[in-house]
């Protein structure tokens, strides 16, 4: 499992996706700031809330996007190449292959964070706005729920036939995730005909269903959820979603082992 998760780890430090997306984090949480700092030098006001949640909040999640996509592909694209059965010659088996993928998105994930953490603070030093320990505190709790979208984007690559089906696969989920959230806001900015009668009444509400669902099982809201949870000390809710974030990653990662056991190493 080790040697697994060293050598994935080593051939995303040669490549160029870490890097970029590590660059562009960094370039979001500086326009975050000078726009953050910008409104209040417009507005007159002495102080601002959180002011380093949402640049934290955009990096955990460019971060968790790119570890997702590459946890995509972490099992399909060498089993289409026919590397994935020569793997399996070797003293490995579908846990530690998982395990092994597993423990290097973790890494890479960490890796990033190890660049944008002193960004943050540096940042905060130049900008004399400042970093609160919670910060930290969320930063440590942050791979309890980049675990979920790993595990979920190991159990997508282990059941996919090909490396095309399993990106149309995570590109679809986005759009889904993006597509409910937007257009629910979208129906809460029309107003209903008449105060009696809604034409979009259901609708709506099917929509704020789905979305409270998907705030239960969707990593990209778990993360949201547990970040905010951390920025407002609430311990009760602190715990409920770390619960749940590990409850769901422990399933996709049993899901995963399962899928990579049931769909074989050929292509």
């Known amino acids: 499992m080790s040697r697994i998760a060293a050598q994935e780890v080593r051939d995303a430090i040669y490549g160029w996706p870490l890097y970029i997306v590590a660059a562009v984090a960094l370039l979001a949480d500086v326009l975050l700031m000078v726009n953050s700092l910008h409104f209040v030098a417009e507005s007159g006001l002495q102080i601002l809330g959180r002011p380093f949640y949402l640049p934290l909040l955009v990096t955990t999640t460019l971060t968790m996007l790119y570890i997702t996509a590459w946890a995509v592909l972490a099992i399909v694209r060498p089993r289409d190449q026919g590397a994935l059965r020569i ?154 979603w770390l619960a749940t974030a590990l409850i769901g990653c422990a399933a996709w990662l049993i899901l995963a082992v399962w899928g990579l056991n049931r769909r074989g190493l050929l292509p």
Request: aromatic letters at 10%; hydrophobic letters at 60%.
């Open 87 to 240: 793997l399996f010659f070797a003293p490995v088996d579908s846990v530690s292959l998982i395990g092994g993928h597993f423990l290097a998105g973790l890494i890479l994930y960490g890796l990033v964070m190890l660049v944008t953490t002193p960004a943050l603070a540096l940042l905060a030093w130049l900008t004399n706005v400042p970093f609160s320990p919670l910060l930290l505190l969320g930063i440590v709790l942050s791979p309890v729920f980049i675990a979920v979208a790993l595990a979920l984007g190991l159990f997508v690559s282990a059941v996919s036939p090909s490396s095309r089906s399993a990106m149309f696969f995570f590109i679809g989920a986005l759009l889904l995730l993006t597509g409910v959230q937007g257009g629910y806001t979208a129906l809460l900015s029309i107003p209903p005909v008449s105060k009696s009668y809604d034409a979009l009444l259901f609708l709506r509400e099917l929509l704020r269903s789905v979305r409270n669902l998907l705030n239960w099982i969707s990593p990209v809201a778990l993360l949201e959820s547990g970040l905010d949870a951390v920025m407002r000390a609430s311990w009760q809710d602190i715990a409920q």
